[in-house]
């Protein structure tokens, strides 16, 4: 599935971190609000396209919360932890409320949409409610919350995907965004949420997509990730031109904007990946090698119970098709340990198909069940929590073999790298990324080099997350 895929990434970076535009003229917006974004990629895009619809109201946005008028929180129900996380913070605003009288607090995204009213009973500081399809309705909300009644949209769409709306970028390097390029799901994984959260599955007109990418590459931006929670279902019917666009097709229109305009996507079901999409990025050096390709589970049986729709060989296939077109492709998954009913020999099973993808990172998880979902309403959540934590912790240490091995084959190699910043540690030193999706560290020098350059490195040495490395000439 999607884009959770920097779930960790922006944990550590992003969260927490309120946006741009920030006007510095106090005049120029008549109220502040502050977006915090929990969860997946989609959520933070979704917060630039709620950003973009509120500047247009006179609303401008504050990174200190103490500031705002309004609070936007973006949720994630992925899991329960999620959901836990986004009510422990809704208390923190609650005490800045009480502080400061006529502040409105509004709850947006997954965890709007599963609890509907609800959530104005549970948690009664909460204002204002919208759920993902109906950030359009946010300004007539706020208005009617400000009129002192609680407000809430939680309609979905079968057409909405916002593609008139051009994100405001927040909190942005300036070197790599996010574009969504449809929205929903109609997979049916048991164990998701996010096809009743997010509702039906639909694809945003190729066009805006397009012109959304050039006028980013126009503002400096030097790399592109497409989101979907599906992205190999993308199909859009351009009536206008009398064409239809496939995922390989809109992935080539991407890459052509600019040799220098970097490609990438997420996320990829295996089930749907496929080989015009492989070809297609072996044939442009500019769409980045390198696939999140989740698993779930190495066990059919198990898969079976998940509804992934695909076994663990044909899933092998697909690793060994991978390879076969872009032999230095990267390769990373998604991983969930302790499933209903599942059995040592089930996950003996995953740890195997991880051994055999080679897979160069993973987003892995236990179970937690989710209300509503095919999985809750047809099976017991049978596995321990005991048991659930130490498969876990099985599936991260042999990840975390795989992630050094194949960072250690890295060196001695060397990667056109695209700077995206100074490295966290040290301001001596650039951070950016290879086509694999791999972050490598190396110091500045004497080059007269900026964020958002190319250059080539040759690593010099690894540690399990990062590789080191020096600017060749
Ligand atoms: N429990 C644990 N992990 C889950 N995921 C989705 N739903 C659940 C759940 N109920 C994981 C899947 C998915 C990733 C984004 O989150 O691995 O690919
Ligand atoms: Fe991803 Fe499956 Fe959930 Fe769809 S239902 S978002 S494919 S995990």
Known sequence: MLDYVTDKVQDETRQGEAFAPFANDSNEYRKRFYIESYGCQMNFADSEVVAAILNKEGFGATR??????????????????????????????????EQKKGMLVGVLGCMAER????????????????????????????????????????????????ADISPVRLDSNGVSAFVSIMRGCNNMCSFCVVPFTRGRER????????????????????????????????????????????????????????????????TSHPKDITDE??????????????????????????????????????YMAKVDRIREIMPDC??????????????????????????????????????????????????????????KKRRLQE??????????????KDVGKTFKVLIEGDSKKNE????????QNKVIVFPKGDHELKKGDYVNVKVTACTQATLLGTIIN
């Open 64 to 97: 200190n919360v103490e500031e705002a008028d309004l609070i936007f929180i973006n949720t994630c129900s992925i899991r329960e932890k999620a959901e836990q996380t986004v009510r422990k913070r809704l208390t923190e605003f609650k005490k800045l409320k």
């Open 115 to 162: 609890l509907k009213s609800q959530f104005l009973e549970e948690e009664k500081l909460v204002d204002i409610v919208v759920g993902p399809d109906a950030y359009r309705t946010l300004p007539a909300l706020v208005e009617e919350a400000e009129g002192g009644q609680k407000a809430v949209n939680v309609l979905l769409s079968r057409e909405e995907t916002y």
């Open 203 to 266: 694809s945003r007109d190729a066009e805006s997509i397009i012109h959304e990418c050039k006028d980013l590459f126009e503002k400096g931006y030097k790399e592109i990730t497409l989101l979907g929670q599906n992205v190999d279902s993308y199909y859009f019917v351009d009536e206008k031109r009398k064409e239809t666009i496939n995922f390989a097709g809109l992935l080539e229109k991407v890459a052509l904007i600019s040799p220098l305009l970097r490609v990438r996507f997420s």
């Open 277 to 314: 999409v492989l070809h297609t990025m072996a044939k442009y050096e500019n769409i980045c090698k390198y696939i999140h390709l989740p698993v779930q589970s190495g066990s059919t049986r198990i898969l079976q119970l998940m509804n992934r729709t695909y076994t663990r060989e044909w």
């Open 330 to 387: 990267g390769i990373s998954s998604d991983i969930i340990a302790g499933f209903c009913t599942e059995e040592e020999e089930d996950h003996s099973a995953t740890l195997a198909i991880m051994n055999y993808s080679r897979y160069d990172f993973s987003y892995m998880f236990f179970y937690s069940e989710r209300p509503g979902t095919l999985a809750q309403r047809r099976y017991k959540d049978d596995i321990p929590e005991n048991v």
């Open 395 to 408: 599936i991260v240490d042999v990840q975390n073999r795989l992630s050094l091995e194949s960072n250690k």
């Open 428 to 435: 001596m030193e650039w951070k950016g990324r290879n086509s």
